[in-house]
């Protein structure tokens, strides 16, 4: 028998069913009462997950089974993301409502009303808003970098002018990478950011090696290298910058003690994480332009701590001398620009919790490129106008030299705290974020389940809860009342994925004391722009596969173009800088495999689910 239209089932259905449980009921094969059998036999609306074992729960061979005991190493099927395993979703546009995002507010159904569409799930939950979206993408792109280091640009080109001209370039390549974000999150609303676009796009083992490099090795590590950064600062600004020998175990308790902190308030609420990365991002932009003013004072008036001392090279060189032409110091300079710059693709791990992911997203990469790009640009050239080019070129603490040639220890010690606090701001903005990266790998079976769960329940994350967010908000403490006011509203204390915050914790802490750094920019050299480039790659497939699919956002062609072009660069560049490391970072990534053969060969998709692919390729001619 044919399938039925969205629309007819629509009119036939429950009005508060949402556009994405009426779609996969289309799929169904057989008459109406097979249907209505199997609705009533999932009883779930467009959850995340829906916990089924070894077969597609939408096939004619499932029709009659009802559910079974969760088995620990049973696959979860993503309902709602629409790649899975319903025909009649794809092309997503061939249903006349759409691609409903997660959550979407809806009639309450028979589900809401029994309290079964609560569970341990965040997409359920939207808090976030277009500011927090902006702080998560700002926190983290300017964290200690442009206070600290932006030799490693400057010494490069040669020039003032040459550095400023690679900020610029860095920045708008870097713009280039999050309008494809931005166009990915707007077509599949879900948390997890690559990881969901790589293994919908291009396979699930695809989607697990980015979940087993990115929570093995690059959140945890970079999260490392700015802890570490964070505590030497903290330390200076403590003992004095005079200090020229500094016990490193001080420094890195000093980061694990910040990033236990940090991790305790993102575990505690998700409200109260987002308010604190507003916070930290206000701070950051007005220590930035309070660095710009005092350039352009000290630029105007000659003023100094020390009569002299106010540097002249911004008058007496020019601006574009001793610029180098060697393609290889340029393309040095360009790496470390787009090192700076990175963190665009933070909200796409959180998007779908979002209130408004379709406008929110473009909204928030598009607001927070331009500032960050804008924000470099100035303080460059406020150091320009206070430090000498030798001292740029030369320091790693370019910000404290500014503010001691300024105003003297005062002025350094003050610079010092600001970066701590802007590092302090990146370690939030990178533990709330990694922290979703780890909880939807929980879901997804990637890692045990324990990390797929909210809070400190013991229930499976893909058993549904009978607790409603009234019977949480019942339970109200103290702090609870007392955090309301400042929060603008409840803050759903411990609504957060404490154990997969937990995992990060450990790997982060770890890194911060092994402290070897090096192996770990050559890792996110060849494996974060890898997979970079195959997330915007997997756009421009999406956009052939799927022309008719619904884009809240759709960005020019030629943006993916050019993202993959120098991502290619990048990680080709890393290839023959490192070639020992490189090979070292491949043989990590392909150990990766057996591991998800581990996981999810046996009990996923693979053997008991009778060796099928996702329909979503099959309906393609790949199956």
């Not at 036939?12 to 008459?31: F, I």
């Not at 948390?191 to 945890?220: D, R, S």
């Amino acid at each position: 028998m044919s399938h039925l239209g969205f629309s007819e089932i629509k009119k036939a259905s429950n009005p508060g069913r949402d556009s994405l449980e009426l779609a996969s009921l289309a799929s169904s094969e057989g008459d109406g009462s097979r249907i209505s059998e199997s609705s009533s036999r999932s009883g779930i609306s467009s959850s995340r997950k829906l916990s089924l074992e070894n077969d597609d729960p939408l096939g004619s061979e499932q029709q009659h089974s009802h559910l079974r005991p969760n088995n620990p190493h049973a696959r979860s099927y993503s309902v709602s993301s629409a790649f899975d395993f319903t025909p009649a979703l794809f092309p997503l546009s061939s249903t006349a409502g759409g691609y409903a995002p997660l959550g979407a507010p809806s009639v309450a159904s028979f589900d809401q009303q029994h309290g079964l569409l609560d569970g341990g799930n965040l997409e359920k939950h939207k808090t976030l808003t277009y500011l927090n979206g902006l702080s998560l993408v700002i926190g983290l792109m300017i964290g200690s970098g442009i206070f600290s280091s932006p030799s490693q640009v400057n010494s490069h080109v040669g020039s003032p002018g040459a550095s400023l001209l690679v900020w610029v370039i860095s920045g708008v390549l870097a713009w280039t990478g999050a309008a494809s974000y931005a166009e990915l999150g707007g077509a599949i609303p879900l948390n997890g950011g690559a990881q969901i676009y790589l293994a919908k796009i291009f396979g699930e083992m695809v989607g697990f090696l980015f979940t087993w490099a990115a929570v093995c090795v690059l959140k945890p590590g970079s999260a490392a290298i700015i802890a570490i950064i964070f505590g030497e600062y903290v330390v200076r600004a403590a003992i004095g910058a005079e200090v020229e020998v500094v016990n490193p175990w001080i420094n890195k308790a000093v980061a694990v003690g910040g990033l236990i902190f940090i991790t305790a308030l993102n575990c505690l609420s998700t409200r109260l994480a987002a308010r604190i990365g507003d916070l930290f991002m206000f701070f950051k932009f007005i220590a930035l332009i309070g660095i710009t003013i005092i350039g352009i004072v000290v630029a105007a008036t000659g003023f100094s701590f020390k009569e002299g001392m106010a540097s002249t090279d911004w008058k007496t060189t020019g601006w574009f001398d001793n610029t180098s032409l060697s393609t290889a110091d340029w393309a040095v300079a360009l790496y470390a620009g787009l090192w700076a710059f990175d963190g665009w693709d933070n909200t796409n791990y959180v998007v779908g919790e979002f209130k408004s992911p379709s406008r929110d997203l473009p909204r928030v990469l598009h607001t927070a490129m331009p500032i960050v790009i804008l924000s470099y640009l100035l303080a460059n050239i406020a150091y320009f106008f206070v430090l000498p080019l030798s001292t740029i070129e030369k320091s790693n603490t370019v910000a404290v030299q500014f503010g001691s040639r300024v105003f003297g220890p005062i002025g350094a010690l003050c610079l010092a705290l600001v970066v701590s606090a802007s590092c302090f701001g990146a370690i939030n903005a990178t533990t709330f974020t990694s922290g979703r990266l780890v909880y939807v790998a929980g879901k997804e079976n990637y890692l045990p389940a324990i990390f797929g769960r909210i809070g400190f329940s013991s229930s499976s994350p893909n058993h549904t809860s009978t607790s409603t967010p009234t019977s949480r908000r019942s339970r109200t403490t103290r702090l609870t009342r007392l955090l309301s006011p400042l929060l603008g509203g409840p803050p759903n204390l411990l609504y957060t994925p404490i154990p997969a915050m937990l995992l990060n914790l450990a790997t982060t802490t770890i890194y911060i004391m092994l402290g070897e750094f090096q192996t770990l920019i050559t890792f996110y050299g060849v494996a974060g722009y890898t997979f970079y480039f195959l997330t915007v790659l997997g756009l421009i497939v999406l956009r052939i596969r799927e022309p008719n699919l619904e884009r809240p956002y759709r960005t020019w062609i030629t943006t993916p173009i050019i993202f993959c072009c120098v991502s290619l660069f990048l990680v080709s560049r890393a290839v023959v800088a490192q070639p020992g490391q490189t090979l070292v970072v491949l043989a990590f990534v392909v150990a990766g495999v057996p591991v998800y053969f581990w996981r999810l060969g046996v009990s996923g998709r693979g053997k008991e689910g009778g060796g099928r692919e996702w329909r979503f390729w099959r309906r393609w001619g790949r199956g």
